[in-house]
């Protein structure tokens, strides 16, 4: 099948303006992995943000891609699969511009050996191409691993709280390759390959969220399921790789609040400048039938550190979904341009529109409030509208609450709903939320 470079730079064009994101030139790996959810959600069919950043020349890739990506890549246009495509925008063919006519020359001359050597080398490359065309033809033509020859599942080694170790089983026994691949997540870190004739494989987790783990033989995936890393309450923590450092809630939740003092961190022995680190408090839990499209969340947030290079005071509000996420930043007022905003499926950034109502005065509490109904949202700062999102929102379950700050920050309180489940946290109690404020039917 055809898959020249100039039909490959066509399907670009094509992705920028069915988007409408603009040059994919300068595409982040979050526009891939939302455009890796945007061709799921249209074909049904996964294709990882990492194979898409390989199509788009991100990732150094010697192969083509397969006839599996290519005709995925053909369904998103509305095209019936890659042939379809490149028949309709087969390039033109052109002689080679400004090339002179050979010269005629009918007077018989000996050649020299050399070049008879060289000569039947070129006429037999047309036969090795063709060979090669036709071994790659056959390998995209091969049928598609079927997912009822293969086993995929996991297990928990404790129910909730990190660090956390999953054991996967798994039988791939019936592949045609040597070894397959276990995907616990978006994150390349977490691809890994294991042989065929294994059973298990295990892997710890160090930072609670929802995961989407897949078996996948030949880029095709043939099992998966979701695999939620519960926290066990409120977890704070200050994030470093490979493994944070963790404190007890009943450190963090005092005067009514959740935060971390200045002291607190220092006593850890991490370091303020040159670099801040990133202070987090998380929640993943259960939180009932409340989903993306139809919820309104209400927090107040205040970041307490603003010296040296934490000048932005760069602040995140998550809402941590099932397959998704929703996050609204908050930051200095005149730090806005490296912000952005992800909502479902929806990003936007600092760089491409204004987002000037997401900068703040943290020498006080901002309210936050997101009121998400009928498929679309309105943010709240302070009691302003701040942005609505414009795109149709995801139907998703919320399983998670997660602020980051540059430095570190304060939570007032917190509050969700979606008109009938309520879950509210006004830290007064150093009791688990999860047994002090189980979510309630609204009176």
Known sequence: MQTDESLIRQVKKMFEEKTGWGNSDTWTNQDFLQLSELIRDETGITLSHVTLKRVWGKVKYDSLPN???????????????????????????????????????????????????????????????????????????????????????????VTAGLPNSVIFDYDASRSPDDSVVIQQSWDTARRVKVPKSGHQYTSIYYYPDFYHATLQVRDHVVKSHNLLIQSNGWLPLIEQAPVPIYFKKEEAIHDGKISLSLDQIREKNVPL????????????????????????????????????????????????????????????????????????????????????????????????????????????????????????????????????????????????SNGKITYRDDFNQPADPLTSFQPQADK
């Open 273 to 416: 400048q040159p670099s801040a680190p990133t202070v987090a408090f998380a929640n993943v839990r259960d939180f009932g039938e409340i989903y993306s499209d139809h919820f309104t969340f209400e927090t107040a947030v205040r970041n307490d550190y603003s010296e040296g290079s934490a000048a932005c005071q760069m602040t995140r509000i998550y809402l941590l979904c099932e397959n998704t996420a929703i996050w609204v930043p908050l930051c200095a007022k005149g730090c806005v341009s490296t912000t952005d905003l992800y909502f479902t499926y929806f990003y936007t950034s600092g760089k491409r529109e204004d987002l000037s109502n997401f900068g703040v005065d943290f020498n006080k509490f901002v309210k936050l409030r997101i009121e998400s109904d009928s498929g679309l949202a309105k943010i709240f700062v302070d009691n302003q509208l701040a942005y609505t999102v414009p795109r149709h929102i995801r139907h998703s379950k919320i399983i998670g609450i997660d602020f980051r700050f540059e430095g570190t920050g304060s939570v007032d309180y917190v509050y969700l």
């Open 67 to 157: 006839t599996h990506t290519l005709n995925t890549l053909a369904q998103f246009l509305g095209y019936d699969n890659w042939r379809d495509l490149a028949a309709r925008h087969a390039p033109a063919q052109h002689p080679p511009a400004g090339q002179p006519p050979a010269p005629q020359n009918h007077q018989s001359q000996p050649v020299p050996r050399h070049h008879n050597q060289f000569r039947r080398i070129w006429l037999s490359a047309p036969i090795l191409i063709l060979i090669l065309a036709i071994l790659f033809f056959l390998h995209g033509q091969q049928p598609p691993p079927q997912p009822q020859d293969y086993t995929f599942n996991s297990k928990k080694v």
